[in-house]
């Protein structure tokens, strides 16, 4: 195999794709963060930014060499490059971009993909029981199921990509099924919020939940367009799609809304954008744009549909994240087995465009694998943190507010806000100041 | 004298404070308000979750006058806070037995 040169425009489209996939956690931070009560909304936060964290060490140190170098039983990788050994030399190429920046854009995928799962246990979780769980379900679910999806070598790789030729394009299978059902299995091992169904719980700001879903909008060229790896025909494509896709879904979940609600609402306009994002994600590279508009309007409506799932069947996914990335998710894969063209990069015909049924098999068996395995793991992995370090709140401690009981912080000073700051005689809170210098010292300073 | 409460819409605040000031009515107390009477509230709908929101929004004005002009105060609210529409809000009287005047010590009428 000759070794390719580096290109400078592939190099830099990578580079800023990673970046722009890295503000799509903060961004879901401000999603989920806006979607949850005000006594939550600072842990709602911290549980995406504390995946940033723990997730990135753990990528440095075995994940990407466990991902994406060598084989075991095609579902993992091995050793050979852990703590990205070697990865820093000037030969270290893959196709026409340097390792570390496949490195550094897979990463940011590792990070999103934990930090999805987060939002199905909103105002109930210890947060030493989510980094726990982050660290664990990363290891065990994340590495090999990206091993699998995209590991490609020839047939040797990873099961699911390159022996079932299930298409993933940018993370439907790997990301969005995979978190949507270890989301599922939170929310049964962590049980129903207190109040759940009796007391409100509406959203306690819109506005953030709108910036989070632009940031998540914005972001999300880099998850699919970067995808393609190279700066060419494919990362257009995929980018056409990706913003046709999810414009339609967003009309989609407006129309259902508006005929079963008589409203469309903000929130709805929010959620239909994720919902097309998610659905368009695994077939961005497979559909035309016709496609992916077929395609975007079914996924906003059928999630629309989808959310209410959890209050017929009685589980409290509290932010919908399997009425959003599970089914949207599994929508969008099983949707290349119809909408597939052989026009599009992946170059392969659905069954409406003259194709058999092979397709959707496959993707139907890549999803439902990684579906019951992430379930699996997940359940078990919450069930052990709940047993021993604990993962589940106690009711005194979730009705005070998860964020002034495991952060000691609320996110908003109602009493300072109220005009009277400064000479609040409500507010009775007496400041401590560590290690601030004696008034003596400040006032040598102020002299000096 | 009286104490004259209203509660009432909130677009209606600056017909009604506009109202009383060419009756000749020198200040007031207005508060931001929230309650319902017979219109209850309103219903709120997140992905498909419906909320019922019994409380709506109000301010509540108070204002202190002479025993005599109680009835045509409150005819004045009434006519300059009226929309026809249910939820226009309600006014009320109040005797009132002694007022004072903070800065000067004044008493009662003196006082208003």
């Given at each position: 195999?000759?070794?390719?040169?580096?290109?400078?425009?592939?190099?830099?489209?990578?580079?800023?794709?990673?970046?722009?996939?890295?503000?799509?956690?903060?961004?879901?931070?401000?999603?989920?963060?806006?979607?949850?009560?005000?006594?939550?909304?600072?842990?709602?936060?911290?549980?995406?930014?504390?995946?940033?964290?723990?997730?990135?060490?753990?990528?440095?140190?075995?994940?990407?060499?466990?991902?994406?170098?060598?084989?075991?039983?095609?579902?993992?990788?091995?050793?050979?490059?852990?703590?990205?050994?070697?990865?820093?030399?000037?030969?270290?190429?893959?196709?026409?971009?340097?390792?570390?920046?496949?490195?550094?854009?897979?990463?940011?995928?590792?990070?999103?993909?934990?930090?999805?799962?987060?939002?199905?246990?909103?105002?109930?979780?210890?947060?030493?029981?989510?980094?726990?769980?982050?660290?664990?379900?990363?290891?065990?679910?994340?590495?090999?199921?990206?091993?699998?999806?995209?590991?490609?070598?020839?047939?040797?790789?990873?099961?699911?990509?390159?022996?079932?030729?299930?298409?993933?394009?940018?993370?439907?299978?790997?990301?969005?099924?995979?978190?949507?059902?270890?989301?599922?299995?939170?929310?049964?091992?962590?049980?129903?919020?207190?109040?759940?169904?009796?007391?409100?719980?509406?959203?306690?700001?819109?506005?953030?939940?709108?910036?989070?879903?632009?940031?998540?909008?914005?972001?999300?060229?880099?998850?699919?367009?970067?995808?393609?790896?190279?700066?060419?025909?494919?990362?257009?494509?995929?980018?056409?799609?990706?913003?046709?896709?999810?414009?339609?879904?967003?009309?989609?979940?407006?129309?259902?809304?508006?005929?079963?609600?008589?409203?469309?609402?903000?929130?709805?306009?929010?959620?239909?954008?994720?919902?097309?994002?998610?659905?368009?994600?695994?077939?961005?590279?497979?559909?035309?744009?016709?496609?992916?508009?077929?395609?975007?309007?079914?996924?906003?409506?059928?999630?629309?549909?989808?959310?209410?799932?959890?209050?017929?069947?009685?589980?409290?996914?509290?932010?919908?994240?399997?009425?959003?990335?599970?089914?949207?998710?599994?929508?969008?894969?099983?949707?290349?087995?119809?909408?597939?063209?052989?026009?599009?990069?992946?170059?392969?015909?659905?069954?409406?465009?003259?194709?058999?049924?092979?397709?959707?098999?496959?993707?139907?068996?890549?999803?439902?694998?990684?579906?019951?395995?992430?379930?699996?793991?997940?359940?078990?992995?919450?069930?052990?943190?709940?047993?021993?370090?604990?993962?589940?709140?106690?009711?005194?401690?979730?009705?005070?507010?998860?964020?002034?009981?495991?952060?000691?912080?609320?996110?908003?000073?109602?009493?300072?806000?109220?005009?009277?700051?400064?000479?609040?005689?409500?507010?009775?809170?007496?400041?401590?100041?560590?290690?601030?210098?004696?008034?003596?010292?400040?006032?040598?300073?102020?002299?000096? | 004298m009286k104490l004259i409460?209203?509660?009432?819409?909130?677009?209606?605040?600056?017909?009604?404070?506009?109202?009383?000031?060419?009756?000749?009515?020198?200040g007031m107390?207005?508060?931001?308000?929230?309650?319902?009477?017979?219109?209850?509230?309103?219903?709120?709908?997140?992905?498909?979750?419906?909320?019922?929101?019994?409380?709506?929004?109000?301010?509540?004005?108070e204002v202190v006058v002479e025993?005599?002009?109680?009835?045509?105060?409150?005819?004045?609210?009434?006519?300059?806070?009226?929309?026809?529409?249910?939820?226009?809000?309600?006014?009320?009287?109040?005797?009132v037995?002694?007022i004072?005047?903070?800065?000067?010590?004044?008493?009662?009428?003196?006082a208003l």
């Amino acid at each position: 195999m000759t070794l390719m040169e580096i290109n400078a425009g592939d190099t830099a489209w990578v580079l800023v794709s990673a970046a722009l996939v890295f503000l799509m956690t903060p961004g879901l931070a401000f999603f989920y963060g806006g979607m949850v009560r005000v006594k939550s909304v600072l842990n709602m936060m911290m549980m995406s930014a504390i995946t940033i964290a723990v997730v990135t060490i753990l990528w440095v140190v075995v994940g990407f060499s466990l991902t994406f170098t060598g084989d075991h039983g095609h579902v993992i990788g091995g050793f050979s490059a852990a703590g990205l050994k070697g990865l820093i030399a000037p030969e270290a190429v893959s196709g026409t971009i340097p390792t570390l920046a496949f490195v550094a854009f897979q990463l940011m995928f590792a990070i999103i993909t934990p930090a999805l799962i987060s939002g199905a246990i909103a105002d109930r979780a210890t947060f030493r029981g989510w980094i726990a769980f982050v660290a664990g379900w990363t290891c065990l679910v994340y590495f090999p199921v990206a091993h699998s999806v995209w590991f490609l070598d020839d047939g040797k790789g990873g099961w699911i990509g390159d022996k079932l030729k299930a298409i993933d394009f940018a993370g439907g299978t790997a990301v969005h099924v995979n978190a949507g059902a270890a989301a599922l299995a939170l929310a049964l091992v962590l049980g129903r919020r207190v109040g759940w169904r009796k007391d409100p719980m509406r959203p306690h700001s819109l506005p953030l939940v709108i910036l989070g879903a632009g940031l998540l909008w914005f972001g999300w060229f880099g998850f699919n367009a970067g995808s393609a790896l190279s700066a060419g025909t494919t990362a257009a494509v995929t980018f056409v799609n990706t913003q046709v896709a999810t414009a339609a879904a967003v009309i989609g979940w407006l129309i259902v809304e508006r005929i079963r609600h008589g409203k469309a609402t903000t929130l709805g306009m929010a959620s239909g954008a994720v919902a097309g994002l998610v659905a368009i994600t695994p077939s961005c590279g497979a559909v035309t744009p016709v496609g992916a508009i077929i395609l975007g309007v079914l996924a906003g409506a059928i999630c629309a549909f989808a959310v209410s799932l959890k209050y017929k069947l009685g589980f409290d996914d509290s932010l919908d994240v399997v009425g959003v990335h599970l089914v949207g998710g599994l929508f969008g894969s099983l949707a290349i087995g119809f909408l597939g063209s052989a026009a599009a990069p992946s170059a392969v015909d659905g069954l409406f465009y003259g194709g058999g049924a092979g397709q959707l098999g496959r993707q139907a068996l890549a999803n439902l694998a990684v579906g019951v395995y992430s379930f699996v793991v997940a359940f078990g992995l919450g069930k052990l943190i709940d047993k021993t370090i604990g993962f589940r709140l106690t009711e005194d401690d979730e009705v005070t507010g998860v964020d002034q009981v495991e952060h000691a912080e609320t996110a908003y000073d109602f009493l300072g806000a109220s005009g009277l700051r400064g000479h609040n005689p409500l507010a009775r809170a007496t400041a401590i100041v560590q290690d601030a210098p004696a008034e003596e010292d400040t006032k040598e300073g102020a002299n000096a | 004298m009286k104490l004259i409460t209203a509660v009432v819409k909130p677009h209606k605040l600056e017909d009604v404070r506009a109202a009383l000031e060419t009756f000749g009515v020198t200040g007031m107390t207005v508060t931001e308000a929230s309650g319902y009477g017979r219109q209850k509230g309103h219903t709120e709908v997140y992905r498909g979750a419906e909320y019922e929101v019994d409380l709506v929004p109000k301010v509540r004005l108070e204002v202190v006058v002479e025993d005599g002009d109680g009835a045509d105060v409150v005819d004045v609210i009434v006519k300059a806070a009226q929309t026809g529409k249910i939820g226009d809000g309600k006014v009320w009287v109040t005797p009132v037995e002694s007022i004072v005047r903070v800065r000067t010590g004044e008493v009662d009428g003196d006082a208003l």
